[in-house]
């Protein structure tokens, strides 16, 4: 690059930017772990040791941050007196369940939107695209209304409606903007030979599989946090771990550490998922837009 | 270069006919027909029941039927203190937000980009947008405790609060729900402003140098006004999810103390679900939509452009 050409010189000011940056950085990245080192650490705190604070203005006392002997029988707590297992296992159930939907059904119409040319298709896909970027709860006074008289209100079924009503949308959005980005020249030549439309579909699968596994993800992610249609949809029958985690707040005798411990089961998951799907997360959190 | 908006989506060109004979149309209207159906009638459907139910007064009980009531749920709204306050706040709320991220997540992207650390440290930055939105929201309520919050203890060691906690008060609550959000999603921005930067045109850089320009001046004529694009995505993704989620603010304050972050979403949530008036609170989800799916419509056009996808 001919960049390398241009000689810049080291100036004063050019130092006191370099270590302005770093300090910035460095600042950043501890706000940015801190929350989430303290719900580690707290979680595997005994109840007295989470609230043990120096007093205002003590900065030498901070090493009681540091001061317990780490427990994990907040974890086996969850599992075995808050009924956590279930908890998983419905968080698991409507993620997946609803991110399994809208992907299968998403990916065969976000193909079509891509191949076909027919008038008002971007009529159609506004409106598809203006679903998703509903507020949560403007969508749940209808839902809720509905659920309610055909009985979905606390089952997983009802939540998986309520997710793929945000992950439908989601799905065919961005699939479509990756298979605008497969040339048709694969499946021309494989029609040329002779095959079918649906054969010179499955020509290009092996192309697009990655892709639309790391999307899947993303539903899953999306699904696995959202909170407001679990609170309430989900409500009695099938209560998800967030909601079950916030409902560990109680007026008195906070447990944190369990809290803590409850808030690691549900994030770690899904932090493990992102950096699996590194690559893909720009794309599908700017819904397209923007790629990494 | 320049392709006007409203060109096709990101179609790079019209598909060849071979892909668009009779036989292939119908094959697509096979694979469109199930994903339409199914979101016809799970948002479509639900959005003329919430035109429905905006105009009734919904019964709870399945004996009772509901009242007509025609427009009278609307023009309630006018004379709604807590709703009017509610945008007041929203908007308040996630332009606080907006300033803080973008100023916050740009200046990140500059000082980041094309360091060595880029890569690893980006991974790290994105663990927060992994964490449910509750999640969060329940941690920085531990973090702000009164009584045993390390945050609130490095705010009140350093002077900056007294008594109560930030949340604890109607001047201060705000800007602990800004905080929060700030600390979960200034990261998307850097992300987007990063593949922005990657985007900026070398040669124009290179010849504005030889002609002697220094940083700065690089920075205001040739960078930034690249990232434009960018930053407008940024800003319009952040203010759709400040409209679509409230999980962290129910978390942290619901709403109080005395209403100073009840912002419209939180008043809606608790019009309907927690004093259950579904047929008043259609009538604010209909506002609430209408004002969505306009910064939406702006939103899809911004998507549109075509400098987001070139690389250089």
């Not at chain 2, 007509?68 to 709320?93: C, F, I, M, P, Q």
Request: charged residues 10%.
């Amino acid at each position: 690059m001919a960049s390398r050409d241009i000689v810049t010189y080291r100036t004063p000011a050019s130092v006191l930017a370099g270590i302005a940056s770093a300090v910035f950085v460095v600042l950043f990245l501890i706000w940015t772990v801190l929350p989430i080192f303290i719900m580690f650490v707290s979680s595997i705190k005994d109840l007295l040791e989470a609230f043990k604070l120096p007093a205002v203005g003590d900065w030498s006392g901070i090493g009681v941050f540091f001061d317990f002997t780490p427990t994990f029988k907040h974890y086996v707590d969850l599992f075995t007196q808050e009924n956590f297992g279930t908890y998983f296992f419905n968080s698991v159930a409507s993620a997946l369940g609803s991110a399994a939907i809208s992907v299968v059904l998403g990916s065969m119409a976000a193909y079509a939107l891509s191949r076909a040319e027919f008038r008002g298709k971007k009529d159609l896909f506004f409106w598809i695209i203006s679903t998703r970027m509903a507020p949560v709860v403007a969508v749940m006074v209808p839902l809720f209304a509905i659920f309610r008289y055909g009985g979905l209100v606390g089952t997983t079924p009802g939540l998986i409606i309520a997710y793929t009503t945000f992950n439908l949308p989601f799905a065919i959005w961005i699939l479509k903007g990756f298979f605008d980005n497969v040339p048709y020249e694969i499946e021309e030549a494989s029609m040329v030979d002779g095959s079918t439309r649906l054969q010179a579909f499955k020509a290009i699968i092996p192309l697009v599989s990655p892709g639309i596994g790391a999307f899947l993800v993303l539903c899953v992610l999306f699904a696995w946090n959202d909170f407001l249609f679990a609170s309430i949809i989900g409500s009695g029958g099938a209560k998800t771990l967030p909601v079950a985690t916030s409902g560990l707040v109680q007026p008195q005798n906070i447990q944190w550490g369990k809290i803590m411990a409850a808030g690691v089961v549900t994030t770690l998951p899904m932090m493990l998922l992102g950096l699996v799907i590194r690559r893909y997360l720009v794309t599908g959190l700017t819904m397209g837009a923007v790629r990494g | 270069m320049l392709q006007t908006l409203t060109t096709d989506f990101r179609t790079p060109r019209a598909a060849p006919s071979a892909l668009n004979t009779a036989p292939s149309q119908r094959y697509y209207v096979y694979l469109l027909a199930p994903a339409i159906l199914l979101l016809a009638a799970i948002s479509l459907y639900p959005f003329f029941w919430l035109i429905y139910m905006s105009l009734h007064q919904v019964s709870m009980s399945p004996n009772q039927p509901d009242v007509w009531v025609g427009l009278a749920n609307y023009a309630k709204l006018l004379s709604d203190k807590r709703y009017l306050e509610g945008w007041r706040l929203l908007v308040v709320y996630s332009v606080s937000c907006m300033i803080l991220q973008v100023g916050l997540g740009l200046l990140l992207a500059l000082v980041l980009n094309n360091s060595r650390w880029e890569k690893p440290l980006v991974t790290v930055f994105l663990m927060p947008m992994m964490m449910a939105p509750v999640i969060a929201g329940l941690v920085w309520f531990y973090l702000y405790n009164g009584t045993f919050g390390w945050y609130n203890w490095v705010l009140q060691s350093l002077g900056i609060l007294s008594g109560t906690s930030i949340l604890g008060s109607t001047s201060t609550a705000m800007i602990g729900i800004v905080v929060v959000d700030t600390w979960q999603w200034t990261p998307l921005i850097t992300l987007i402003v990063l593949a922005g930067l990657k985007r900026v045109p070398q040669d124009q850089l290179e010849a504005h140098m030889v002609d002697g320009a220094g940083a700065v001046r690089n920075f205001f004529a040739i960078v930034l006004p690249n990232l434009y694009p960018f930053l407008l995505i940024a800003v319009l993704l952040r203010f759709m999810d400040n409209f679509r989620f409230i999980d962290a603010i129910l978390r942290l304050t619901g709403g109080g103390p005395a209403n100073s972050t009840k912002v419209l979403p939180v008043y809606l949530f608790e019009v309907s679900f927690t004093n259950f008036n579904l047929g008043y609170g259609a009538a604010i989800a209909f506002t609430l939509l209408v004002v969505t799916i306009v910064i939406g419509m702006v939103l899809v056009s911004a998507f549109t452009q075509p400098s987001l996808q070139q690389k250089h």
